[in-house]
């Protein structure tokens, strides 16, 4: 899966901000532009794992790969 990032550097802090637009609130930061894009790859991971939940009885619950 290839999803879109946007790297910021930030002269104040003087480190990066990495943001993915397409999954709202799903951001990151780094000392370097390397460090943040790693950081941003694990939250996204973490974004998109399954959460389990209560399923309404007699739902079938299903985990799909995208």
Not at 27 to 52: C, D, F, H, R
Request: charge should be negative; charged fraction near 30%.
């Amino acid at each position: 899966m290839k999803i879109r990032v946007e790297l910021e550097y930030d002269p104040e802090s003087k480190g990066w901000s990495a943001v993915c637009p397409e999954l709202p609130g799903c951001a990151s930061a780094g000392k370097t532009e390397q460090e943040a894009l790693a950081n941003i790859k694990e939250a996204i991971e973490l974004y998109l794992e399954p959460v389990p939940e209560k399923s309404t009885p007699g739902a079938k619950s299903v985990i799909i790969e995208v």
